[in-house]
């Protein structure tokens, strides 16, 4: 009987997986989150916040390649690891290709933030180099910031604080203290995916000398982090509520906590390739959390 053979993928679809799709949600709350207040405060530019979320989907499909290219080289992704298929560890496309695709995707978006900082300030693109150079050094360079312990720090100020607040501004020319203060709950939400993925790796990267702050916390410490992200997220509404700074409304965002409190429940009792649900659900009740934001802000109004 003659042997199966694999047939090989579509190059598009190679590209996809490279794009790791799943953390794009995530990726989109920040701009959600700060075009519902630009809304709110009557500052709403369409073209702005559509030119806003691509860049930020783009930065997080560029992180994506070069984690996957940058993480193989330094011996980070094995064949033990249990997170989804990396492209360049699987043999998919070659580091040389992956990392063209990587510099492509990260053109695209500095010509969206120079469109951007046309329509707004020219400081957005020190901003928007900032998060590139960021993108990169998580996991290449001569300081991978995900190898000492810093990319949940990075991950907070980039997909967070730079994400809701900089859609903002492109907005509205300025930054309310409501877009800094949305900022804090959608960056610590986004960091809990970072804590989720780093929480499934751990012993790989403790191997591999990756010592990212689930490593450097242990098991229960890192489990301990995500929950107290998501307490945070959490209990930021009512306390800027308590300031003035959004109506009663905003709370329509706790609704998400039905789907949260499942996926808490799986960080803690599982471990290994089970958190690959953990990781997708993460970023599915973050976009959510945000999107009733949005609706709670709509009527509101």
Known sequence: MKGTETKPLPQWKVWLLGAR???????????????????????????????????????????????????????????????????????LLS?????????????????????????????????????IVAAIAYTGGPFPLGYYGLGDLFVFIFFGVAAVAGTYYVQAQTISLAAWGMAVPIGLLVTAILVVNNLRDIDTDRVAGKHTLAVRLGERGAQVEYLLCLGAAYVALPALIALGLLSAWALLAWASALAAWPVARLVLRQRGRALNAALAGTGQFTLLYSLLFLAGVLIGR
């Open 95 to 131: 580091p040389r290709q992956v990392k063209a695709g990587m510099a492509a995707v990260f053109a695209t978006a500095a010509m969206l933030g120079v469109y951007l900082a046309w329509q707004s300030s020219w400081n957005v693109l020190w901003v928007g180099a900032a998060a």
């Open 21 to 91: 799709p799943r953390t794009l949600p995530a990726a989109a709350s920040g701009v959600v989150t700060g075009t519902a207040l630009a809304l709110r405060d009557g500052h709403f530019r369409p073209w702005a916040a559509l030119a806003a979320l691509g860049v930020a989907l783009l930065l997080q499909i560029g992180s994506n390649l070069a984690n996957d290219v940058f993480d193989f080289e330094r011996g980070a992704d094995t064949a033990e690891r249990s997170g989804p298929l990396r492209v360049t560890q699987a043999g």
